[in-house]
């Protein structure tokens, strides 16, 4: 395994804890292009600027990319439109390898791809007249044909590069002999890092509550029968915010992601028919179904949630408070008492100890923590329990809990037994890159590649010039 340039070793550190790296053409070592190239926002005569194999890149694809980055939450401020560029080259070499191997793209998995990035551009433009404007296209219909072959092609390059680096793995050996190639004086510095376990008591709904939720869903649907209009019971009485101001609408198909016992019922229906009230995660519902379009559902619906009583409030409180004490006492261990007590099935069996989302381990580094998870515990000691928190979660409601911080680890220099896992991921990204560079090097030599105009003036990190 090749030793790194240090550049090269902190830009995947960074990526492993949690930074943006786009690609192996926007993570640069080079001087900066020439030119009027590295304007990112530039307006110009749209034209073919490169071609790989049987596919071409257009001016406008470049603009395209950069509202893509911005759509999925992403910063533009630092990548050049020659950076972009080299971008998509990568990205037509593997979607035109991908051909040649035969890998297959379904269609509806770009078109719901599409249909989101869409949605994206008309939020900023305003309107979908402005974004076929933006793009210079003469219609709605061939922006779409466009944007649905550069998505299907992104696709295509996606499942590429996973052929390329699934099924590369690294030994501790390997792990070992990269970190030592990392000398003593550079190796990064980790932040704080903690360890969490949590309780969580959620106060109990009574039948009352929620008979009195039922007989109000099934007094709409009577409503709705003798003549009056579900879409206006909608927007008076649902309590889904995301469908309330157009009248309860979805449209759904088997793939979309809502909740199975949702999806359920809506299946089971006839067109015109209104189901009766049944329960989700969420509260209570009642659907009536508009069309029934192939796979595809229209419906409206409307969500009533039953309320906690303030008894069942101060019921919850009594008894986590209680709980915290016996912890204290040490009556029970924390992980005990979250197996036998906390109401949440997630992190139950493993004695309430969190999982971090990003990482899908155990360990929150204190900087990138959400914030409101970081305000309840960055002031905590290893071992010490938090206060009891009145928690809102969006499909639970309100529900109390209480923090422990099992481990704290403080800030530190990378170490081998300690960061194992993360030096091990640093590795593998190594190799995989590795495996990347000489796959487009070799791939570069064999296929046909033209860069037309003031673009032959980029400087990139692979050789699409084949000087």
Not at 28 to 57: F, L, S
Not at 295 to 301: A, I
Not at 397 to 403: A, E, F, Q, S
């Amino acid at each position: 395994m090749s030793v790194m340039n240090n550049k090269r070793v902190l830009s995947i550190f960074l990526f492993l804890i949690g930074f943006s790296v786009f690609s192996q053409e926007i993570i640069k070592e080079k001087e900066p292009e020439k030119k009027a190239a590295t304007q990112q926002r530039r307006q110009k005569v749209d034209g073919i600027i490169a071609t790989v194999g049987d596919y071409t890149v257009l001016d406008s694809d470049i603009d395209k990319a950069f509202l893509e980055i911005e759509g999925s939450g992403g910063s533009i401020k630092d990548i050049t439109r020659c950076q972009m560029l080299g971008k998509l080259l990568e990205d037509k070499l593997y979607a035109h390898q991908a051909i040649q191997d035969s890998i297959v793209v379904k269609d509806e998995e770009v078109k719901e791809k599409m249909n989101q990035q869409i949605d994206y551009m008309v939020e900023q433009l305003k309107s979908m007249d402005a974004v076929v404007k933006y793009f210079k296209k003469n219609n709605e219909d061939e922006f779409k044909t466009e944007l649905f072959e550069i998505l299907k092609q992104q696709k295509l390059a996606s499942e590429m590069q996973k052929k390329i680096i699934d099924p590369i793995q690294i030994t501790p050996e390997e792990t070992r002999n990269f970190f030592k190639k990392i000398p003593e004086s550079e190796r990064p510095l980790l932040g704080a890092e903690l360890e969490i376990a949590q309780i969580v008591i959620t106060p109990k709904v009574s039948q009352v509550e929620k008979q009195a939720v039922i007989d109000r869903l099934k007094e709409i649907k009577r409503q709705v029968l003798e003549g009056a209009s579900f879409t206006t019971k909608a927007v008076l009485y649902t309590e889904d915010p995301g469908s309330r101001s157009s009248g309860g609408f979805y449209k759904i198909n088997k793939k979309t992601p809502f909740v199975k016992e949702f999806k359920d019922v809506a299946y089971s229906l006839q067109e015109g028919e209104i189901s009766e009230p049944f329960e989700t995660e969420f509260g209570f519902h009642i659907i009536y179904l508009e069309k029934i379009k192939g796979q595809d559902l229209e419906l409206r619906h409307i969500l009533m949630t039953p309320k906690v009583t303030p008894d069942a409030l101060k019921e919850a409180k009594d008894k986590i408070e209680l709980i915290k004490k016996r912890v204290q006492d040490k009556e029970i261990t924390f992980a005990e008492a979250a197996r036998t007590m906390s109401d949440e099935k997630e992190t139950r069996a493993n004695g309430g100890t969190l999982i971090n989302p990003k990482t899908q381990d155990t360990h929150f580094e204190l900087t990138k923590m959400d914030p409101e998870l970081y305000a309840q515990v960055s002031n905590m000691k290893s071992g010490e329990i938090s206060n009891v928190l009145l928690d809102e979660d969006p499909k639970a409601g309100k529900r109390y809990k209480i923090i422990m911080v099992t481990n704290k680890i403080e800030d530190h220099i990378a170490d081998f037994s300690k960061d194992y896992t993360k030096i091990k991921d640093l590795a593998l990204k190594e190799k995989q890159i590795n495996a990347i560079a000489k796959w487009s090097e070799q791939k570069i030599k064999e296929t046909y590649i033209k860069i037309n105009g003031e673009y032959r003036d980029c400087v990139f990190t692979n050789n699409w010039l084949k000087k």
